[in-house]
T-cell receptor
C-alpha cells in the first residue's frame, strides 16, 4: 500500500514564481493536512480539510491555498513564492479529525 | 496562548532507559500524541493518551496527567535505531494538533 505520496521530493523555486505541491493518499481517509517544518520549530499547520469539499485555515495560511475536490488529493499552491516559504512541507491524513495522522515523505522547497 | 514545551536534546546509553517530558497548554484538550521522526524522514505515530495514566506498548510507554498538563514518553532497552527526534503534540478543542519542537535523542554505545 502506498499510503501517502508527495511530489516533488524537492524543488528550488525562484521568488515570485508559483508552484503546486501534490499530495495523494490511498487510505480513504476523510481528513488531510498540510504542515511546514522549520529548524527549531514544531510542525505548523498551514491548511486542513476535514472531508472532501471543505477546507480550513491553520496557524500559518498566508501565501498558501488548497483545494479538496475529492477524497484522495489535497494539493497546496504557493501563488507567488517568497524566501520565507523555504521549508520542508509534509502532507498528512487521518481517518477522522481526532485520529492519528499518517505523514507523507515530505517536499523540501527552497525559494531563492 | 497555546504552547508545548519539551527538551531540545537528550543523550542516553544503549540498553538504558530514558524519559522524555512534555508540558502543554492548549485551548481545550482532546488528547496527547507522541511521534518519532528520524532525520530526513516523516514523523511516525507512537502513542496516544487522552485519559490519565500509563499506556504501554512494547519498549515504549506514554504517561499523561491532564491536571498537570504533563506527559512523558518512556523508552526502555534503548537501541541505536532509537536515535531520532521525538515530537509531542496536544490536540486542542478544534481537533488541531499543537506541536512541540521535538526532542533529539542521541544514543551512545
Amino acid at each position: 500500500t502506498a499510503g501517502i505520496t508527495q511530489a516533488p521530493t524537492s524543488q528550488i523555486l525562484a521568488a515570485g514564481r508559483s508552484m503546486t505541491l501534490r499530495c495523494t493518499q490511498d487510505m480513504r481517509h476523510n481528513a488531510m493536512y498540510w504542515y511546514r517544518q522549520d529548524l527549531g520549530l514544531g510542525l505548523r499547520l498551514i491548511h486542513y480539510s476535514n472531508t472532501a469539499g471543505t477546507t480550513g485555515k491553520g496557524e500559518v495560511p498566508d501565501g498558501y491555498s488548497v483545494s479538496r475536490a475529492n477524497t484522495d488529493d489535497f494539493p497546496l499552491t504557493l501563488a507567488s513564492a517568497v524566501p520565507s516559504q523555504t521549508s520542508v512541507y509534509f502532507c498528512a491524513s487521518s481517518e477522522g479529525s481526532a485520529d492519528e495522522q499518517f505523514f507523507g515523505p515530505g517536499t523540501r522547497l527552497t525559494v531563492l | 496562548g497555546q504552547n508545548i514545551d519539551q527538551p531540545t536534546e537528550m543523550t542516553a546509553t544503549e540498553g538504558a532507559i530514558v524519559q522524555i517530558n512534555c508540558t502543554y497548554q492548549t485551548s481545550g484538550f482532546n488528547g496527547l500524541f507522541w511521534y518519532q521522526q528520524h532525520a530526513g524522514e516523516a514523523p511516525t505515530f507512537l502513542s496516544y493518551n487522552v485519559l490519565d495514566g500509563l499506556e504501554e506498548k512494547g519498549r515504549f510507554s506514554s504517561f499523561l496527567s491532564r491536571s498537570k498538563g504533563y506527559s512523558y514518553l518512556l523508552l526502555k532497552e534503548l537501541q541505536m535505531k532509537d536515535s531520532a527526534s521525538y515530537l509531542c503534540a496536544a490536540m486542542d478543542s478544534n481537533y488541531q494538533l499543537i506541536w512541540g519542537a521535538g526532542t533529539k535523542l542521541i544514543i551512545k554505545p
